[in-house]
């Protein structure tokens, strides 16, 4: 009982906070430095990359539709006056996440940022990837895992190459991570009990994914000068809700605010100099630490976690 009104407390809470004390315009100059946005044709992810140009980032658009993409990048573009630059990634396509991760290696030794901000929200059920995932765990969890792990040598040259200032990743959770109770290992992949547990609980489940492999990058590379976080980026207008029904949507919509707010956490995490200090801190809106789902710090399941996303890819 007592977890239960935790929680709610919790949500109330991000779900309507306080101004924040962070801007886009406390970004400092980001001259040199190479940035990937995962989903960053619309909007959070195009937010945050329009933060990131107007101050002189170099930002690749990591996206699926090349058509979209192109065009948030002609959008921005006319926008900021600097130009994005288009990255084939398909998050639900494990061949296509490494072909993306070895096109950029072959461009940039070093990534000072990432933001794997791209994700699916509440689709049909019986979705998959293209190698038979659960859509949503397949490209929220598996995906980005797989994009960042590939990513890590250029990663780690730019914190060494910074003195640890750079060499970060943001990964965008949700508020829905509160309410997943643990991880149910047999519904990552189309089975019975996938399909019993519903599409929102599957939403949830792999928000909750988001925030352990977060806190498991920290573990594992955090002394070779990784620093991973996750956060709650706020209750958002954006295209995330495009899978829900018609009643579910509008009183979502009641209490969702614009698409900006939703930039203003990755940005504080990703661009500030008190992002060094975020190892392992999951936050929430707007620019504020908050507290993570509890089974989130379960090392055992991070472990076991991560065992199982490494057998995944060991043939791709």
């Known amino acids: 009982m007592g977890t239960s009104i935790s929680i709610i407390r919790s949500m109330i809470d991000q779900g309507f906070p306080p101004k924040s004390k962070f801007s886009v315009d406390d970004i400092s100059d980001l001259t040199g430095q190479v940035v990937i946005v995962t989903g960053a044709n619309t909007g959070v992810g195009k937010e945050t990359a329009k933060a990131l140009l107007n101050h002189n980032a170099k930002v690749y658009f990591a996206a699926r539709d090349k058509e979209r993409a192109e065009q948030a990048i002609k959008d921005l573009k006319e926008e900021t006056g600097k130009e994005g630059i288009f990255l084939q990634l398909d998050l639900s396509d494990l061949p296509s996440v490494k072909r993306a991760a070895e096109e950029f290696l072959k ?165 500030s100099e008190e992002g060094v200090n975020m190892n392992g801190k999951y936050l929430i809106p707007w620019a504020r630490y908050g507290t993570a789902n509890p089974v989130a710090q379960d090392e055992k399941l991070g472990r076991d976690l991560w065992t199982w996303l490494e057998e995944q890819v060991e043939s791709i």
């Open 107 to 271: 461009q940039e030794p070093q990534l000072h940022i990432l933001f794997n901000n791209a994700g699916v929200m509440a689709p049909p059920v019986d979705q998959l990837t293209k190698q038979g995932y659960d859509l949503q765990f397949g490209t929220n969890v598996l995906g980005h895992w797989y994009f960042t792990k590939l990513l890590l040598p250029a990663l780690l040259a730019a914190s060494k190459a910074t003195n640890g200032e750079t060499g970060r990743v943001i990964h965008t959770s949700s508020s829905g991570s509160l309410l997943a109770s643990t991880l149910k290992f047999e519904t990552f992949k189309d089975h019975p009990s996938r399909t019993k547990a519903g599409t929102e609980y599957l939403y949830t489940q792999s928000k909750l994914g988001n925030v352990i492999i977060a806190n498991e990058f920290t573990r594992r590379y955090g002394d070779e000068g990784l620093v991973s976080c996750s956060l709650n980026p706020g209750n958002l207008q954006s295209d995330l809700q495009r899978h829900l029904g018609p009643i579910t949507k509008k009183l979502v919509e009641l209490v969702l605010y614009p698409t900006p707010y939703g930039a203003l956490t990755q940005l504080w995490a990703g661009t």
